[in-house]
């Protein structure tokens, strides 16, 4: 009875949270239901503290992309999400958490806490990364190389953003240690899958990503179609794309985590 209580008080706060989040416009329409929809799954699957974290780290990451987000306007990196982010968005960044929180739902081993906390420290960790990454002084440099480039294009990292991915990853992580969805041992895992995590787009970006150039107009670009024609193939592989290239980079804190989890406990 009690818990059919939660539920509702569960459900009307997301209902509230949605309507919210379209007002600010933080999501559209569509977007908004989608997060609906997803909370619902999450929080009667695996609880509504589940949830909790979820919400706090749409808030962060909307905060920090708003940041000062003239400046990074102008440097033409600023990410286009600063607009309202719609279904498929949400779907894209919500659905390796609804998953594990399914998976949860039939398993409830700490495994699978671990890895929803890790995903979502490390999905924080990146956005920080980027948005505090853009105010730095100094210029982005490809990992391993050290070569500079330009604000924005993937593979780029700074001290300053590096600070702010790990800053991500320790704060969230304890966060979940907080709100009881992983225990203290657990943390420093999460910690560790979430940083790793969070850089591994980068990795991929600096050594392996394919890298276009757009005939028609002659833009470098990271998308196969540009102008609405094939984009010629500078650099990488031509299958691995900006969208691979953030599919795996999401993947890999939660699979980080988990490999060390087996290893070590
Ligand atoms: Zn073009």
Redesign the pocket.
């Known amino acids: 009875m009690a818990g059919a209580l939660v539920d509702l008080l569960g459900v009307a706060g997301l209902a509230f949270l949605a309507v919210l989040s379209y007002r600010l416009k933080a999501t559209d329409r569509l977007g908004s239901l989608a997060a609906f929809l997803m909370g619902v799954i999450i929080g009667l699957s695996a609880g509504w503290s589940w949830v909790a974290y979820l919400v706090v780290f749409l808030a962060a990451g909307t905060l920090a992309t708003r940041y000062r987000y003239e400046y990074k306007s102008k440097l033409q990196a600023a990410q286009e999400k600063g607009g309202a982010r719609g279904a498929l968005n949400v779907l894209a960044n919500g659905g390796v958490p609804t998953l594990i929180a399914l998976v949860y739902s039939l398993f409830p081993y700490s495994i699978l806490g671990l890895m929803f906390v890790a995903s979502v420290a490390s999905a924080l960790a990146d956005t920080l990364g980027t948005e505090i990454g853009l105010l730095s002084r100094s210029p982005p440099r490809f990992l391993f190389s050290g070569q500079q480039t330009q604000p924005g294009r993937s593979g780029g990292v700074t001290s300053l953003g590096i600070f702010a991915e790990l800053a991500g990853a320790l704060l969230f992580s304890f966060f979940g240690f907080f709100l009881g969805i992983v225990s203290l041992p657990l943390v420093a895992v999460a910690v560790v899958g979430g940083f790793i995590g969070s850089n591994v787009d980068s990795m991929l970006g600096a050594t392996v990503q394919g890298y276009f150039i757009?005939?028609?107009?002659?833009?470098s670009?990271e998308k196969r179609i540009?102008?609405g024609?094939q984009?010629r193939l500078v650099s990488g592989l031509h299958w691995l794309g900006n969208n691979e290239v953030n599919i795996l980079g999401a993947a890999s804190g939660p699979l980080i985590s988990a490999a060390l989890y087996l290893a070590f406990f």
């Open positions: 757009c005939d028609v107009c002659g833009t670009t540009h102008c024609k984009a």
